[in-house]
């Protein structure tokens, strides 16, 4: 496709991505809606009157909105007649925006904005390759996978207020750790700071109705668009913690998701076969069609006090053995209301070696073989100062789909008097 707005092959955001977010600039400081296309943003606030096709005609408000969830709250049809009117817009042959250099911002001068409305946030646990190496770090490797593992997409409630957009730096936390067994447990800051490699997705549509689940048939109108997410994580406060109930305060301190969400029609040219699942799950986690995406995701790490960035691991979301669209299924069987803006995660994502695994507690094996940063630096596990930046795209023929990037920087714990 063409678009005359001049980008290189290599940019992430062609005329066959138009993902969306949130921004303001100096210049005018309201946050509105926008699309990125090059290293420019369409300022959809400015051209909300071009939407006119029948499904958004009397819904032109929705792109005049501070985030996303009034849009997202459309059904799908109108998510796809948006995206046709915008190449049609971006397109060589159409003259409506050739003449209005002012609809378009350079995304160098933006600030970018979490680009919804997070009501919930749940975060799964859907790679296989992660699930085994956990578990046959702490249990051995003949019960990596607890019993539970490949019947249901397991996962936990995570915390909607600490999402915050690529950029913003998170805090080491304080908390309780027990270092040696049997002791009693010490507080302070944590020690094992880590990152987890994540994708995550938007629920879009009507909410369901309390009681009343999303069926498989149903489950592919919901999902609005991906985004790559750094679910930060404190190791050793989650290891003192997590019997009986699970993670809880090693993983409120902060998510960190990319500014771009990438929409489902964008990706669709990059489906790939689902993972094989044995045993065959339930009939109502079941679904034959093609809902896994290859989607290349890496991990840089810049060290504190240095400014290059070396790549520390490079895998594929087409690894996660859980789709989304059974972890959407699953999360609504018991008639869970999902509404627009809810943020569904996919847990860290690993491959099958060493090099591909999606968080430092796989990549150092629990601090046992420390991964190799420069001559000078090794990392078990985070320093303050260092920051984690991840990428996601998709490669087409002469084009790329990309995410832009997740970036987050780990400060020092606030110091407590006690």
């Known amino acids: 496709m063409k678009s005359f707005i001049y980008y290189s092959e290599s940019s992430d955001f062609p005329i066959e991505n138009l993902p969306y977010g949130v921004f303001n600039t100096e210049q005018d400081e309201n946050k509105r809606i926008g699309v990125a296309i090059g290293d420019k943003i369409l300022d959809l606030s400015k051209i909300s009157h071009l939407f006119n096709g029948p499904e958004l005609k009397n819904h032109q408000d929705v792109f005049t909105k501070s985030e996303l969830n009034s849009f997202m709250a459309l059904p799908r049809a109108a998510w796809k007649e948006a995206r046709r009117c915008l190449q049609n817009l971006i397109s060589p042959n159409c003259k409506d925006l050739q003449s209005l250099p002012e609809v378009f911002v350079d995304q160098s001068e933006a600030v970018m904005h979490l680009p919804v409305n997070i009501g919930d946030y749940t975060d799964f646990y859907s790679s296989l390759y992660h699930a085994r190496n956990v578990g046959a770090m702490f249990r051995g490797e003949r019960a990596a996978l607890l019993p539970n593992w490949k019947h249901i997409p397991v996962g936990y409630h995570g915390r909607a207020s600490s999402v915050v957009v690529s950029g913003t730096p998170i805090r080491r936390p304080n908390g309780q750790t027990c270092p040696v067994a049997g002791e009693p447990p010490t507080f302070g800051p944590s020690q094992n700071m880590d990152f987890e490699l994540e994708v995550g997705f938007f629920y879009g549509g009507a909410p369901n109705c309390l009681g009343e689940p999303i069926s498989m048939k149903d489950a592919e109108d919901h999902i609005f668009g991906f985004v ?37 029609e964008a990706l669709e040219p990059f489906k790939t076969e689902n993972e094989v699942q044995d045993p065959e799950p339930f009939p109502y986690l079941k679904h034959d069609d093609k809902y896994n995406f290859d989607i290349n995701l890496t991990v840089d790490l810049k060290c504190a006090g240095s400014s290059v ?5 490079h895998t594929n979301y087409k690894y996660l053995y859980w789709t989304p669209k059974q972890q959407l299924v699953h999360h609504t069987i018991t008639g869970c209301t999902m509404k627009p803006g809810d943020l569904l995660a996919s847990g860290t994502i690993s491959g099958p070696c060493q090099n591909s695994y999606g968080s430092m507690l796989e990549l150092a094996w629990n601090g046992t073989n420390p991964v190799q940063i420069s001559d000078e630096e090794t990392r078990k596990f985070l320093h303050d100062g260092d920051e984690v930046i991840f990428k996601g795209y998709c490669l087409g023929d002469g084009f790329r789909v990309g995410f832009g990037s997740c970036t987050g920087k780990l400060l020092p714990a606030v110091p407590l008097e006690l």
């Not at 019997?243 to 990319?258: A, E, H, M, Q, R």
């Not at 960035?309 to 691991?313: A, F, V």
């Open 228 to 264: 790559l997410m750094n679910d930060w994580s404190a190791r050793d406060i989650q290891k003192w913690e997590y019997v009986p109930l699970g993670p809880f305060l090693s993983k409120n301190l902060g998510t960190t998701i990319s500014p771009w969400i990438v929409t489902m």
């Open 309 to 313: 960035e070396t790549r520390i691991s």
